[in-house]
């Protein structure tokens, strides 16, 4: 069987609708609104999963107590080992195993359940199992339903490896630190801010950029319920056209545009904040 | 009962309480006690020096003093604050205390001006201008104005570990604790730290120094205590314990470091 294929690359410039000159559809604004859209998702998606992750990665790191002080409740001894009266009337209480364990758990689940099937649970069950309103309006009445629960799925799956790659960062850096940062009378929270985050993140730029680069590849799963990105619009080209190599060829190229620009731009940056004086191999 | 006791004990510096006083303290890793019923007291203006072989508790026996390390048992006080109670506000404790390390803990990611600059600011609540101008009399008292700019990976050990002096003499602390401050430091470096020690013993800083240099300990030091495997062994004046009123445990470790 012979292979025949009419190449014709002048589809991806289609720019009317116009059977005479080929074009059926005005495909080059498809793919440029595709575009567009996998860029949307892809940024809000990473937004949730780069502050969203950075907290769960820095609860991850916490050992000593965090102490919650609740005015006006009266301890019960049971209680006793994680709860202290200050005397003014209020009590402190330890809740820092229930924010550690509770990122642990987070960071479990997300990570572990298939991302596809991640979004069929957003989509699909999620309005099943709440109540009938708010199952409506996760359906129906939010503003693009479809975009934003993409954002969201993608944003918390990709929170766990950003949280994992915050709470590497953070470990890796050495106890005299802590204690250092400690010493001089910073707070926790200024420990973490002014000290160890600095110089954490500079460490976790290679891994960051890597969830970066998954998360806008990740994106054109959001097609599979019905955002119409880059893929989507690329299949949709391909079954009006049956041009399919030049329209996946122009969907390929833009996956790698982009993954390479934010590679190179990063490994700038990465040069950029690198520390004076601290031999940093990959940021000469 | 309605207690009407002074909520602040911050206040009461009656005399015979030490600046620093620990009594009975211990302290467990599991079920490893790293620290056994120690009890001491420093006072203002007193320097004194803790030596024993590795693993004796020296180091942890300074950290609890600032709550870096929680302990198990016993009371530890700073100035009249307790260490252990838990409604103490311990980085307020800390600020008043300096402390050095021994791998320096200089912050690598910014200049060696702002390593100075930044408890002054974010603690004590100094402004930019009042903050630099401290450090900058701090870096002409240890010797490294020129280095003001760089960061700390680009000074030698011993320049680092002058500059996390003057970290923490920036904060004006009510005492300073060493710990092992010239073990890491190639020997050429050991007497210009030692020097800006020495310098800060004489002008009446109250100093706890965890340390092998024995030489310094003779010059500076006004008590020495030894530890051995947790416990406090000897706690004597400085004279007691060169003089050779010492026991069997500190004699051996002694004869062990000064053969050179």
């Not at chain 1, 609708?17 to 559809?25: M, R």
């Not at chain 1, 709470?167 to 707070?187: D, E, F």
């Not at chain 2, 004590?124 to 002409?140: P, Q, V, W, Y």
Request: glycine content about 8%.
């Amino acid at each position: 069987m012979e292979f025949s294929y009419n190449w014709d690359w002048s589809v991806l410039l289609c720019t009317v609708e116009d059977v005479e000159i080929g074009c059926i559809a005005p495909y080059f604004y498809w793919i440029v609104e595709g575009f567009g859209w996998t860029i949307a998702v892809a940024s809000a998606a990473w937004v949730i999963a780069f502050s969203w992750g950075s907290f769960i990665g820095i609860l991850r790191t916490l050992e000593a107590p965090i102490w919650l002080v609740v005015p006006f409740l009266k301890p019960s001894m049971k209680y006793k080992s994680s709860v202290i009266e200050t005397g003014n009337g209020a009590v402190m209480i330890n809740i820092g195993w229930f924010l550690h364990g509770f990122a642990t758990v987070y960071v479990t689940i997300f990570r572990n359940i298939p991302l596809l099937v991640q979004m069929f649970l957003w989509y699909f069950v999620l309005p099943e199992v709440v109540s009938k309103e708010a199952g409506m309006w996760l359906k129906r009445e939010m503003p693009l339903p479809e975009y934003w629960t993409a954002v969201a799925c993608l944003g918390l799956y990709t929170a766990s490896r950003v949280g994992e790659a915050v709470r590497a960062g953070i470990n890796s850096i050495t106890q005299g630190q802590h204690y250092a940062a400690m010493a001089i009378g910073l707070t926790r929270v200024q420990v973490y801010r002014c000290v160890l985050l600095p110089v954490a993140y500079r460490i976790i730029i290679p891994p960051l950029t890597s969830d970066f680069l998954g998360i806008f590849k990740n994106s054109s799963l959001a097609l599979t319920i019905g955002v119409l990105e880059l893929t989507a619009m690329t299949r949709q080209i391909d079954e009006y056209s049956y041009q399919t190599f030049e329209a996946f060829t122009a969907a390929t190229v833009l996956y790698i545009l982009v993954t390479a620009i934010v590679m190179f731009a990063m490994r700038i940056v990465e040069g950029r904040v690198a520390i004076p004086g601290m031999i940093s191999l990959g940021a000469k | 009962m309605p207690e009407t006791e002074n909520t602040t004990p911050s206040v009461e510096s009656s005399p015979g309480v030490g600046m620093i006083q620990m009594e009975v303290v211990s302290k467990w890793y599991g079920n490893f006690q790293v620290l056994v019923n120690c009890s001491t007291k420093v006072d203002k203006g007193e320097v004194v020096v803790i030596c024993g072989p590795s693993g004796s508790g020296k180091s942890t026996l300074i950290k609890v003093i600032n709550g870096l390390e929680p302990f198990q048992e016993g009371v530890v006080t700073f100035d009249g604050t307790s260490v252990g109670d838990a409604a103490t506000n311990l980085p307020m404790l800390r600020s008043r205390i300096g402390m050095v390390f021994q791998s320096f803990e200089l912050f690598p990611h910014i200049t060696i001006t702002d390593n100075i600059n930044l408890a002054q600011l974010k603690v004590l609540g100094r402004d930019e201008n009042e903050a630099t101008n401290r450090s900058m009399a701090l870096l002409e008292r240890v010797g490294l104005m020129d280095q003001k700019d760089k960061f700390p990976a680009q000074l030698s050990g011993g320049q680092q570990q002058r500059v996390a002096i003057a970290r923490g003499l920036a904060m004006d602390p009510a005492a300073m604790l060493f710990d092992e401050p010239t073990s890491a430091l190639d020997p050429e470096m050991i007497n210009e730290v030692l020097d800006v020690m020495t310098e800060l013993a004489n002008d009446g800083m109250t100093m706890m120094v965890v340390t092998h240099e024995m030489g310094f300990a003779k010059r500076v030091a006004d008590r020495v205590i030894f530890m051995d495997e947790g416990r406090i062994e000897e706690d004597c004046t400085k004279d007691e314990f060169f003089g050779g009123e010492r026991g069997d445990r500190a004699q051996e470790f002694l004869s062990k470091i000064l053969t050179h």
